[in-house]
């Protein structure tokens, strides 16, 4: 019998063997998510998610599917061809479900199907029909409601579904049938929601974050001159993998000597050089919830004073930033932190002149530091939820999940700093959860002082 798991392999390593453990996002759960986004939802009205569709990668082979992480946070179901849709007023159950039928045939070729009635039983849908029959039957389920939840615009061929369903009602005007008369976006609700993670999404992040921690200890371990960049990204997602994470959470940097001054650099494919530091900013994917770490070290194995003095500067800022990191602050406050300190120490190595307030005012650390300190974090790497509200930084409250990652970057090609500085790249990068009296590092697995990293890459682990 074919099961639908939502499980996490939770490794335990030791000399001998491997122990999993599961840790679970249950129906329970998922249904009191579909609850708590009906009850913000207006009467009479009904909500259409799609699944996220199956993309081409060359001629006929597709990329390996991931589902709609907002589908997915709402139903748990891992299948393409889908659409949920939530009724909260419905006499026969709130919870519908269109999906691909079983097929014996296709399931030999491609994998098990849950089919309608999987999604019934396995799911804890109230009906569920087959994703052929939708023409048919979604116009009658629309008909009569006065207004769609549906985010427009994400999906231009489902968009034409969907309204070709709504047109298909406005033709019958005369014969008494009643479109729906609004169309509204759940996601500002929906968004809000996923903010604030629960105590299963904390555990998955938190495994995600030693799978991804270990991932960031071993190219380390594994670095030297010589070696090429592709060759730590490959010991990276060989960790990820072997750990039950098959995934990375986005395109792995791994950036050498002037590659780390670009901050989206993804060809990973130049040779090592001893003198030279490496970037690598890289995290797995668990079960749907995202972990991000960068980390910087020397390829040789020691900083020298140029580096040393950019990557404490760096690692200063970061831990500033960390302090306010609290509830009751607001969203900028971290970034604020991590501005100062790091204007003061660039200004006290020469790479930049003038009054603190006024370069900080100005900008000016910009040449060196130009993005913010980080981002919402959960089943999206770069997560949903608003940054303001009402015009205002965003109060953070426990529950929610951010990275932290200052950076320092002095362009080899700048040519009004010293040369001994151009062509360092560095930033340290730690998910952060806000807890009820401050917060927790998540990431803390993966070394990030001098002392550390020079000592882990010595041998002396």
Same mark, same amino acid.
């Given at each position: 019998? *074919?099961?639908?798991?939502? #499980?996490?392999?939770?490794?335990?390593?030791?000399?001998?063997?491997?122990?999993?453990?599961?840790? /679970?996002?249950?129906?329970?759960?998922?249904?009191?998510?579909?609850?708590?986004?009906?009850? *913000?939802?207006?009467?009479?009205?009904?909500?259409?998610?799609?699944?996220?569709?199956?993309?081409? #990668?060359?001629?006929?082979?597709?990329?390996?599917?991931?589902?709609?992480? $907002?589908?997915?946070?709402?139903?748990?179901?891992? =299948?393409?061809?889908?659409?949920?849709?939530?009724?909260?007023?419905?006499?026969?159950?709130?919870?519908?479900?269109?999906?691909?039928?079983? $097929?014996? =045939?296709?399931?030999?070729?491609?994998?098990?199907?849950?089919?309608?009635?999987?999604?019934?039983?396995?799911?804890?849908?109230?009906?569920?029909?087959?994703?052929?029959?939708?023409?048919?039957?979604?116009?009658? !389920?629309?008909?009569?409601?006065?207004?769609?939840?549906?985010?427009?615009?994400?999906?231009?061929?489902?968009?034409?579904?969907?309204?070709?369903?709504?047109?298909?009602?406005?033709?019958?005007?005369?014969?008494?049938? *009643?479109?729906?008369?609004?169309? &509204?976006? &759940?996601?500002?609700?929906?968004?809000?929601?996923? !903010?604030?993670?629960?105590?299963?999404?904390?555990?998955?992040?938190?495994?995600?974050?030693?799978?991804?921690?270990?991932?960031?200890?071993?190219?380390?371990?594994?670095?030297?001159?010589?070696?090429?960049?592709?060759?730590?990204?490959?010991?990276?997602?060989?960790?990820?993998?072997?750990?039950?994470?098959?995934?990375?959470?986005?395109?792995?940097?791994?950036?050498?000597?002037?590659?780390?001054?670009?901050?989206?650099?993804? =060809?990973?494919?130049?040779?090592? @050089?001893?003198?030279?530091?490496?970037?690598?900013?890289?995290?797995?994917?668990?079960?749907? @919830?995202?972990?991000?770490?960068?980390?910087?070290?020397? %390829?040789?194995?020691?900083?020298?004073?140029?580096?040393?003095?950019?990557? =404490?500067?760096?690692?200063?800022?970061?831990?500033?930033?960390?302090?306010?990191?609290?509830?009751?602050?607001?969203?900028?406050?971290?970034?604020?932190?991590? %501005?100062?300190?790091?204007?003061?120490?660039?200004?006290?190595?020469? &790479?930049?002149?003038? $009054?603190?307030?006024?370069?900080?005012?100005?900008?000016?650390?910009?040449?060196?530091?130009?993005?913010?300190?980080?981002?919402?974090?959960?089943? +999206?790497?770069? $997560?949903?939820?608003? @940054?303001?509200?009402?015009?205002?930084? #965003?109060?953070?409250?426990?529950?929610?999940?951010?990275?932290?990652?200052?950076?320092?970057?002095?362009?080899?090609?700048?040519?009004?700093?010293?040369?001994?500085?151009?062509?360092?790249?560095?930033?340290?990068?730690?998910?952060?959860?806000?807890?009820?009296?401050?917060?927790?590092?998540? /990431?803390?697995?993966?070394?990030?002082?001098?002392?550390?990293?020079?000592?882990?890459?010595?041998?002396? +682990?």
């Amino acid at each position: 019998m *074919h099961k639908v798991a939502n #499980r996490t392999l939770s490794c335990i390593n030791s000399p001998s063997h491997m122990e999993y453990s599961v840790l /679970t996002i249950t129906n329970k759960e998922f249904a009191r998510r579909r609850k708590q986004l009906m009850a *913000h939802m207006e009467p009479n009205s009904i909500a259409i998610l799609p699944a996220a569709p199956e993309r081409t #990668r060359s001629r006929d082979t597709e990329y390996l599917y991931r589902q709609d992480s $907002d589908f997915y946070y709402l139903s748990g179901f891992l =299948e393409p061809e889908s659409v949920l849709v939530l009724i909260p007023e419905r006499e026969h159950g709130a919870y519908v479900m269109f999906c691909r039928e079983r $097929d014996r =045939e296709r399931e030999t070729w491609d994998g098990y199907r849950l089919g309608p009635e999987g999604v019934c039983k396995n799911l804890g849908a109230n009906d569920a029909f087959p994703i052929d029959d939708i023409d048919e039957i979604l116009p009658g !389920l629309i008909e009569g409601r006065e207004r769609v939840y549906y985010a427009m615009g994400k999906d231009t061929d489902f968009d034409h579904q969907v309204m070709s369903w709504v047109n298909s009602i406005r033709a019958k005007v005369r014969s008494g049938a *009643h479109p729906p008369g609004e169309f &509204l976006d &759940l996601d500002h609700y929906l968004h809000d929601m996923r !903010l604030y993670k629960s105590a299963t999404e904390v555990s998955i992040m938190r495994k995600a974050g030693e799978i991804s921690a270990n991932a960031h200890i071993r190219a380390m371990k594994a670095c030297k001159p010589g070696v090429f960049e592709y060759q730590l990204e490959a010991d990276i997602l060989h960790e990820f993998a072997r750990n039950g994470a098959r995934n990375p959470a986005y395109n792995s940097i791994v950036g050498g000597g002037d590659n780390g001054c670009i901050l989206h650099y993804v =060809e990973n494919r130049n040779e090592l @050089y001893s003198g030279d530091l490496v970037l690598i900013d890289a995290g797995c994917e668990l079960e749907h @919830y995202a972990a991000d770490i960068t980390r910087t070290f020397p %390829v040789n194995g020691k900083f020298n004073k140029e580096q040393k003095a950019l990557y =404490e500067l760096t690692l200063s800022a970061q831990q500033a930033a960390i302090e306010k990191i609290k509830p009751g602050n607001h969203w900028n406050e971290p970034h604020e932190a991590s %501005v100062r300190v790091i204007t003061e120490g660039l200004l006290a190595l020469g &790479l930049l002149n003038g $009054d603190l307030d006024q370069l900080i005012e100005d900008e000016k650390y910009k040449e060196f530091y130009m993005h913010r300190i980080g981002h919402w974090l959960g089943m +999206d790497v770069h $997560d949903v939820g608003d @940054y303001k509200v009402g015009g205002e930084w #965003r109060v953070l409250e426990p529950g929610m999940c951010m990275t932290v990652e200052p950076g320092i970057y002095v362009a080899p090609d700048n040519i009004q700093v010293e040369s001994k500085w151009r062509g360092i790249g560095i930033r340290i990068e730690d998910d952060v959860l806000i807890t009820d009296s401050g917060c927790e590092v998540m /990431t803390s697995g993966a070394p990030k002082t001098v002392d550390d990293i020079e000592a882990l890459m010595a041998g002396h +682990d």
